[in-house]
């Protein structure tokens, strides 16, 4: 939240400076509708993860897309996984992996952006 902050107020710095047009912060170039892009970042509705990703390992997959959306998530990828062998630890419809905006080790109440992408891996028979 700090950095976006300071990226905010830089932006809004260096454009009241007329000559300037670009402005390099970190690796990322911030020009034109980049303030625009910045609010709605800022603006986006954050939600904390009600469970860590470990947690969700094993439980159908349905369930826990339905879960996190009752939270708020609402950007869903849901991919199935063709198990050769199935049984007691891989049923199907249960839950290989989860990943939030690729972070697939999250922890309880860790926070994300609404319109984070949710990836969850389910075994398929």
């Known amino acids: 939240m700090g950095l976006i902050k300071g990226i ?3 932006v809004e710095r260096a454009s009241k400076v007329k000559h300037v047009t670009n402005m ?3 690796t990322t170039e911030i020009v034109g509708s ?4 910045i609010t709605k ?5 954050k939600i904390k993860a009600p469970k860590c990703a470990k947690e969700y390992i094993g439980k159908n997959y349905l369930e826990v897309k339905n879960e ?6 609402n950007d869903f990828r849901l991919i199935p996984k063709k198990d050769m062998l ?13 990943a939030i905006n690729g972070d697939d080790e999250f922890a309880k109440k ?3 952006l609404a319109n984070s992408v949710v990836t969850i891996v389910y075994h398929e028979q």
Do not use: D, M
């Not at 980049?34 to 892009?37: D, F, I, K, L, N």
């Not at 996190?68 to 998530?73: E, P, R, V």
């Open 86 to 98: 199935l049984g007691k630890l891989k049923r199907p419809g249960t839950v290989k992996s989860i």
């Open 68 to 73: 996190l959306s009752a939270y708020g998530f």
């Open 110 to 112: 860790s926070v994300h």
């Open 8 to 10: 905010i107020s830089s």
């Open 41 to 45: 970042y800022k603006n986006t509705p």
């Open 34 to 37: 980049a303030v625009t892009e």
């Open 24 to 26: 390099i912060v970190g």
